[in-house]
């Protein structure tokens, strides 16, 4: 399946309790409800061979860039370049943990997001996640 995806040049980001509010640069504001998100991790590409690869959650640290990208419940990825902000990619993953601690955070090596099947899984996970006691 392909992936529908749109990438948003972004001016801010706000965490309220049940949404990420984005604003991109053109005015713009996104709300994508928590609830509605199943997947979160960074996207880095590498500017001589122009490979595309996501970054490891153990090597996740506020200060690394790239692309924030969100999957959400309809398979949409959400592509956020963040350097507007003066903040790195990596600041807005470790706060998206916070306030939505049952994504997924680092499934590159088990899931395949272009196969529907192994991502409607990916969503019951999510969904199983988070209805467990906080």
């Not at 609830?35 to 506020?62: F, G, P």
């Not at 090596?109 to 409607?120: G, K, M, P, V």
């Amino acid at each position: 399946m392909l992936l529908t995806s749109e990438l948003c040049i972004v001016r801010s980001i706000k965490f309220g309790k049940h949404m990420l509010k984005v604003k991109d640069v053109s005015g713009r504001t996104l709300e994508i409800p928590y609830e509605e998100m199943v997947m979160a991790y960074i996207e880095v590409c590498d500017k001589e061979s122009e490979n595309v690869s996501r970054v490891s959650l153990t090597n996740i640290t506020e200060d690394v860039d790239g692309e924030l990208v969100i999957c959400d419940l309809r398979h949409f990825r959400y592509r956020f370049l963040v350097v507007q902000t003066g903040k790195k990619a990596g600041f807005y993953l470790k706060q998206l943990a916070l306030y939505a601690p049952y994504l997924l955070f680092d499934s590159e090596s088990w899931l395949e997001e272009e196969d529907e099947e192994a991502f409607e899984e990916a969503k019951r996970m999510v969904s199983i996640m988070r209805e467990l006691p906080h």
